[in-house]
């Protein structure tokens, strides 16, 4: 079936500018997680699904990212006044009812220039 | 205080020989999982092999295996038969009790060599 999928691959923009990153988690997946990867770092939690609702939001560095999921499938997570320190692959997860295994999309590369 | 270590930033291996990466962890938690992931160079993370902290067995997958020494808190990564295609970035994650999130360790760089 069907990968978690994420859009776009690839995502320029300028410093200060407001971005949409989307995930499309797998098909009856219930819990939907964005990670942030710099670098040559491992990656890094940012906020959890579970359904609608953000079930643990604490790894959102500051109030200029937020994420939602408003009908319990696709995820759109958005950020403000974009810094060059944002600049980095945002990597989208989900996995099913019964198991807690994560399943990865091929993430979004962000350059803030 | 860091929660997984990986030490080893890059290995090589020969190609059809086996080869351990090694992943310490530090919980207080008496139950969690612990993960491994591929990430090749074209970036997608690939779940690899999954061992929670009351399976009595070391998990297998393939040519995947889980060294699991609870007492050591360690969870290393046995790979058999090494491929050219194995060659990429593993991360060793763990998933407490409760929690959705993932705690990544920095990842070791395996090379396998023909």
């Not at chain 1, 950020?79 to 099913?96: F, K, W």
């Not at chain 2, 074209?42 to 295996?65: C, H, K, P, V």
């Not at chain 2, 046995?78 to 990429?88: H, K, R, T």
Request: with cysteine; aromatic share 12%; net charge neutral.
């Amino acid at each position: 079936g069907a990968g978690v999928s994420q859009t776009p691959s690839n995502k320029v923009t300028e410093k200060g500018k407001y971005v949409e990153l989307r995930c499309d988690p797998i098909s009856g997946h219930t819990a939907l997680y964005w990670y942030r990867q710099s670098l040559g770092q491992g990656p890094e939690f940012l906020i959890y699904f579970q359904g609608t609702g953000a079930a643990d939001d604490s790894g959102l560095p500051n109030d200029r990212f937020f994420a939602v999921r408003p009908e319990g499938s696709v995820s759109t997570l958005k950020i403000q006044r974009t810094e060059r320190g944002d600049s980095a692959v945002y990597l989208c997860a989900s996995s099913p009812p019964t198991r807690d295994t994560q399943y990865f999309g091929p993430g979004t590369r962000l350059t803030v220039l | 205080a860091q929660k997984i270590t990986q030490t080893q930033p890059g290995m090589f291996v020969q190609e059809k020989e086996a080869v351990t990466l090694d992943c310490t962890y530090d919980t207080s938690d008496p139950s969690y999982g612990l993960f491994w992931y591929k990430q090749p160079s074209s970036g997608e993370m690939i779940f690899l092999i999954y061992q929670g902290s009351y399976d009595q067995q070391n998990a297998t997958e393939g040519r995947y295996s889980l060294n699991f020494q609870k007492a050591r808190k360690s969870a290393n990564l046995v790979i058999s038969a090494s491929q050219l295609g194995d060659s990429a970035m593993y991360f060793c994650a763990m998933r407490e009790e409760g929690e959705g999130k993932l705690i990544f360790g920095q990842g070791t760089e395996l090379s396998v060599k023909p």
